[in-house]
């Protein structure tokens, strides 16, 4: 146990120094960074991000992830086949499309595969990109471009190359994130000119259901000027949002919105520059899995009324007997305990586990037992559950009896740095058998991390993906 706890503190020692690290590296590349002109420069290419002035460095949780953080690809646990389009200032000649497929795995992390083109015939450029991002530390993501570069011009030849991108993107916790992203990282060149490279750094933001902001600096290689962006994504239904975004040198003004269906997504950006022609941009995907997250919901989302089990039940009367079957505490799962009144998923949890800790229930008296469960909860249920057969009134041997059960003792209180410390223990544990697809085993490391702080988000949400998971097999 003691070795245990000192390799996941020289684990947790390593993730930090490592993250340290890499936060230099970045802070030393800014300010060593050469200015030259270069091809293959940045382009709008998700109608999403566009529709926030590209600042989405930050938030980088879907398909489009590979254009502005590869970190963020493991964000999103779906099968995506995604298609842009756009010509730049309204020019057919410099029409920029994309397509790409992305897709999740359980133990290697998330891959994706674009492949995009610009221009016409005299002049054209095209990528072929492979993305791969993983879970580094709890909350903390890598992801790394391959990009396989292609030039050809009419009249000139063509020429080719290889760059190399990465990002990590950090959730301090579900209203904070922060991002860093560097494109081509190699310094590479093709037709003896230097490519497109940029250092992009940046926070968002949830400050309340429904918004979603974001603040970002770019440092593109050819200007000695970084470029401020700033995103907004709101959602004003579940399936529709707006977005806003502004830049303001060079002046860029951007606004859009999205459709969000069972498996498919639709968006669009307008882009309007200071001195050029705006630019419409249209992306489609097609998702297979989990829905793209939103921001969160707001006060027009209303939200899925929870399926409760009818419990059909008439109150003993004098010389009268009950007329349906009650539920059984000794035998009932989560969600026919869920379905009683007052009874919520957390507290249902709690009940399994104490009834596969302690045994079954012997009186319905003793789910009063169960940690943190109120009295008042107990009154709301009393004439609505059973403990089966144990608590039937056949009179055995004295002898064969049971020895009552001697009062439980109160637990002393558990210190606050104790708790983080267990909190973090469970939490690590849990990670690796969720990665590995053992995902009952996780299901239950997880709930650990519940008994102590019945609101944890991470655990709840690992929790449903490891049900979903479950049930799709």
Not at 43 to 66: E, I, L, Q, Y
Not at 141 to 160: H, Q, T, V
Not at 181 to 193: D, H, Y
Request: charged share 25%; with cysteine.
């Amino acid at each position: 146990m003691e070795k245990s706890k000192i390799k996941m503190e020289n684990d947790r020692l390593k993730c930090k120094k490592l993250l340290l690290a890499i936060f230099f590296i970045f802070y030393f590349l800014f300010f060593m960074r050469s200015l030259a002109t270069a091809s293959f420069e940045d382009k709008p290419v998700s109608a999403r991000a566009g529709a926030m002035a590209g600042s989405f460095v930050a938030v980088s949780n879907d398909a489009s992830s590979p254009f502005f953080n590869p970190a963020g690809l493991n964000l999103f646990n779906a099968v995506n086949l995604s298609f842009s389009q756009v010509s730049l200032y309204s020019e057919s000649d410099l029409a920029y499309s994309d397509i790409g497929i992305s897709f999740p795995t359980r133990r290697l992390g998330s891959f994706a595969i674009n492949s995009t083109s610009f221009g016409k015939s005299f002049y054209k450029e095209s990528e072929l990109i492979f993305t791969h991002s993983f879970l580094l530390a709890p909350g903390a993501y890598l992801g790394y471009n391959i990009r396989s570069l292609g030039l050809k011009i009419e009249g000139a030849g063509s020429d080719s190359a290889v760059a190399f991108d990465w990002g990590i993107y950090g959730s301090v916790n579900p209203k904070f994130s922060f991002g860093l992203f560097s494109k081509g990282l190699n310094r590479p060149k093709i037709a003896n000119e230097d490519v497109y490279r940029q250092l992009s750094g940046g926070i968002c933001w949830r400050p309340f259901g429904g918004l979603l902001a974001s603040f970002e600096v770019d440092s593109p290689s050819d200007r000695d000027e970084n470029v401020i962006k700033l995103g907004c994504e709101l959602n004003v239904l579940p399936s529709f949002c707006v977005r806003f975004g502004v830049q303001p040198s060079p002046q860029v003004a951007a606004f859009g919105f999205g459709f969000m269906f069972k498996f498919m997504d639709i968006d669009y950006a307008y882009i309007s520059h200071g001195t050029l022609f705006p630019e419409h941009l249209f992306t489609l995907s097609l998702r297979w899995g989990e829905k793209r997250e939103i921001a969160a919901p707001t006060q027009f989302y209303k939200k899925a009324k929870k399926k409760r089990r009818k419990v059909k039940f008439e109150k003993p009367s004098a010389g009268r007997e009950t007329t349906l079957e009650k539920v059984n505490i000794n035998e009932a799962d989560t969600k026919e305990l869920d379905s009683l009144p007052g009874i919520g998923r957390v507290t249902a949890m709690r009940i399994v586990e104490y009834r596969q800790a302690h045994g079954k229930f012997r009186k319905i008296e003793d789910i009063l037992d169960v940690p943190r469960f109120r009295k008042s909860q107990f009154e709301k249920i009393k004439d609505y559950i059973t403990v089966g057969e144990v608590s039937q009134p056949e009179i055995a041997p004295e002898e064969e009896m049971p020895a009552p059960r001697s009062k439980k003792k109160k637990k002393e209180k558990m210190s606050p740095e104790k708790m983080n410390m267990l909190k973090k223990k469970y939490y690590f544990e849990g990670l690796k058998l969720y990665q590995a697809g053992k995902y009952k085993k996780a299901i239950k490391v997880f709930r650990k991390i519940l008994e102590l702080d019945p609101t944890h988000p991470q655990s709840i949400r690992i929790i449903k993906k490891c049900e979903d998971a479950l049930e799709n097999r």
